[in-house]
């Protein structure tokens, strides 16, 4: 069997995408991402299901528009209890790989939100911190030896804050991933009536949640997760707050509601920026953008954040950018803008 050594010599530009909207990726978009993580999978029941295979019966034309496109299948859901066992690792493993091979994937990205915790509604348990590493050492055993003929992709997505480092092993479980994507949005939002930024670049000042896409890489770069497997986190919708206070533009004020997932971002354009009542701002400090109209807040990414984060990127050396999720921009603008941010020069980006 042939194994391909991994390299990042090429930064990533990955999209998740939900099954449904697999359909809406374009040649156009097909041959700017290099990576694709189709939503489609869950852990029910202790084991791996294919919730749906639409995505999965559009794969073989997405290459045949871009031939160096990697695809995935992403699979979330419930791993606390199958993973305390040995045998239910096993099980897991042996059935995403079995998956990986049947569909002709080229590879499988972990979604397990999140060890230890359960504020979600899953299973958790103090197990899991380790389980977590013993689980994708399965994985990888599994797919090394599956006589696919060529190396499977292992990632997994992960919550971007303290929390995970503290629930996980990251210094053990990066030796078995190809990558991690940092999920550096929605670092402010369900759990909070605090209005501010839940995608920001840099450390806000003022403000008592301090979470940001900088101080997130950095945290996981300590933890031992290797610069160049860290893809950095792009939310192309928002997180909306509403009944908040006038002042300060809307910014760190106390809201009637926590910040509930908000409109898309090609329906922001439509609607909200600087349209409808609504004033676009600018916090050059987080390098974030934000809506205020008087009483409602909105948090999210826009050209001018998305091409900051690549640029810091590319500077810092981390691994790539990624965003979720791809049905959300319509216009096809923040796809766009990654593009010509991440790879830099029209040269730059015929060598790839």
Not at 107 to 113: A, P, R
Not at 196 to 217: C, E, K, M, R, Y
Request: hydrophobic share 35%; with cysteine.
């Amino acid at each position: 069997m042939r194994k391909e050594k991994f390299s990042v010599k090429e930064k990533i530009l990955a999209a998740y995408c939900l099954d449904k909207n697999v359909k809406e990726v374009t040649k156009d978009d097909a041959c700017k991402l290099n990576r694709l993580n189709i939503a489609s999978g869950s852990i029910k029941d202790g084991m791996p299901h294919l919730i749906s295979k639409e995505g999965v019966g559009r794969i073989d034309k997405l290459r045949r528009w871009n031939p160096t496109l990697r695809c995935s299948i992403c699979f979330g859901g419930e791993y606390s209890t199958p993973c305390r066992t040995e045998d239910g690792r096993e099980r897991i493993a042996q059935t995403l790989t079995d998956i990986a091979v049947r569909y002709r994937l080229d590879g499988i990205d972990i979604d397990w939100e999140y060890p230890c915790c359960g504020e979600n509604g899953f299973v958790a348990d103090p197990a899991d911190r380790d389980n977590y590493t013993l689980l994708l050492a399965s994985i990888r055993q599994a797919m090394d030896i599956s006589g696919s003929g060529r190396r499977l992709l292992l990632t997994s997505a992960v919550g971007a804050g303290q929390y995970f480092i503290d629930s996980t092993r990251m210094d053990q479980a990066e030796k078995y991933l190809d990558c991690i994507y940092l999920m550096t949005y929605d670092m402010r939002g369900p759990f909070q009536v605090l209005t501010g930024h839940h995608t920001n670049l840099f450390q806000p000042i003022g403000d008592i949640f301090t979470d940001s896409v900088a101080s997130s890489a950095q945290m996981f770069k300590k933890a031992g997760v290797p610069r160049e497997k860290i893809v950095l986190g792009m939310a192309f919708y928002s997180r909306i707050w509403k009944n908040v206070p006038n002042r300060y533009n809307g910014y760190l004020q106390i809201a009637k509601t926590r910040g509930e997932y908000g409109p898309h971002y090609d329906e922001l354009c439509k609607k909200y920026v600087n349209k409808n009542g609504y004033i676009r701002y600018w916090d050059d400090v987080c390098k974030a953008p934000y809506l205020f109209n008087g009483s409602t807040f909105i948090s999210y990414d826009d050209e001018k954040s998305v091409a900051l984060k690549c640029a810091y990127a590319r500077s810092k050396d981390y691994g790539g950018v990624f965003y979720w999720e791809h049905g959300c921009d319509q216009t096809k603008t923040l796809l766009g803008t990654a593009w010509k941010n991440l790879f830099g020069s029209e040269e730059r980006r015929k060598v790839r």
